[in-house]
């Protein structure tokens, strides 16, 4: 099974089945798994950034400034009122914790979770929840991000350069790949063009 340098494979939650796991997680007063999911979706961070975050980096800020682990690139990423407001109810319904914790911090409290815990409770929720995924990772979320812009966009071309740009990838193909692109739906969007 787990074999050294293997990569883990993860696919996008369609967005109406992502809203549905949120629901399920907030039903089940799961406040914290649902911050993680929505804190994970809504910043296209990796696991190994959205698992650093602290309540102050994001509570009450209209954006956040990170240094990528993985790239080491700088990235600003905003949140919308909406988004703010999520995170503000989450924080109220998990008790008002320390802003100076972690967000996602591990059972001693001073460091923040390990990814292979995340990902081993994430696979706990797909079977509770019968979720519609095959590989349901950490990573799921920052593919799901990328799909949902994707599709929200009617699969512009123009979307495509935005999440290169978004997700740090090194060329146009990386990021059609990453988001699970089909070869017909990159032949739909050339066949959309009329002239």
């Known amino acids: ?22 629901d399920c997680l907030h ?12 804190l994970s979706f809504c910043t296209a961070c990796r696991a190994s950034d959205t698992l650093r975050f602290r309540w102050k980096d994001i509570l ?37 914790p320390d802003k100076k914790d972690y967000i ?7 460091k923040p979770m390990t990814i292979q815990y995340v990902n ?15 590989n349901f990772s950490t990573h799921t979320f920052r593919k799901t991000f990328g799909r949902y812009v994707y599709d929200k966009s009617e699969h512009s071309a123009e979307s495509l350069i935005l999440l290169n740009k978004i997700l740090n990838h090194s060329s146009i193909q990386v990021t059609k790949t990453y988001i699970g692109i089909t070869q017909e739906e990159v032949a739909g969007i050339f066949a959309s063009i009329s002239l």
């Open 104 to 110: 996602m911090a591990s059972p001693q409290g001073d």
């Open 60 to 96: 009450g800020v209209s954006s956040v400034t990170i240094v990528e682990q993985k790239t080491k690139k700088t990235r600003q990423i905003p949140f919308n009122p909406s988004v703010q407001k999520n995170f503000h109810e989450l924080w109220e319904l998990l008790g008002r």
């Open 27 to 38: 039903k089940d007063g799961d406040y914290r798994w649902e911050m993680y999911a929505r």
């Open 120 to 134: 081993m409770k994430l696979k706990e929720f797909k079977y509770k929840y019968k979720l519609r995924i095959d």
């Open 1 to 22: 099974m787990g074999q050294k340098n293997q990569i883990t494979t993860s696919d996008h939650l369609p967005y109406d089945e992502f809203t549905r796991f949120l």
